[in-house]
C-alpha cells in the first residue's frame, strides 16, 4: 500500500524551529520530485518547497531564506526544517511525491502552529 507519513508537526513559539520529515513507502516506481505544500486558516493550499531527485529546489516566496528543504533518496524521505517561524506559518502541511511516469501521491498533513 503506497503512502507518504509525515511526522514533526507541533506547536512552537514565533521565532522557533521545527523540523518535518515525510517518508514513502510502498511506493512502485522511481520519485522524481518530492515536497512540501500547506493550507492555513481559510487560505488556498500554496508551494513550501520542493526537491528533485538530483537535489534541485524551489521555495515559496514567504520561506525563502527560513526553511530548507533536504532528500535521502535510498529512505525516500523527505525533510524540511524550518527555522525563525512566524504565526502566518501556522498551517497544516502535507507532503507530496511526484512520480516519473506522473503519478502524485500525497500524505495526510501535520498541524505546525506558531504562537506570538
Known amino acids: 500500500q503506497a503512502q507518504l507519513v509525515e511526522s514533526g508537526g507541533g506547536l512552537v513559539q514565533a521565532g522557533g524551529s521545527l523540523r518535518l520529515s515525510c517518508a514513502a513507502s510502498?511506493?512502485?516506481?522511481?520519485?522524481?520530485?518530492m515536497g512540501w505544500y500547506r493550507q492555513g486558516p481559510g487560505k488556498q493550499r500554496e508551494l513550501v518547497a520542493v526537491?528533485?531527485?538530483?537535489?534541485?529546489?524551489n521555495y515559496g516566496d514567504s520561506v525563502k531564506g527560513r526553511f530548507s528543504i533536504s532528500r535521502d533518496n535510498a529512505r525516500n524521505t523527505v525533510y524540511l526544517q524550518m527555522n525563525r517561524l512566524k504565526p502566518e506559518d501556522t498551517a497544516v502541511y502535507s507532503c507530496?511525491?511526484?512520480?516519473?511516469?506522473?503519478?502524485?501521491?500525497w500524505g495526510q498533513g501535520t498541524q505546525v502552529t506558531v504562537s506570538s
Open positions: 510502498g511506493i512502485i516506481g522511481s520519485i522524481n520530485v
Open positions: 526537491i528533485n531527485r538530483g537535489g534541485s529546489t
Open positions: 507530496k511525491a511526484v512520480l516519473l511516469l506522473g503519478t502524485n501521491y
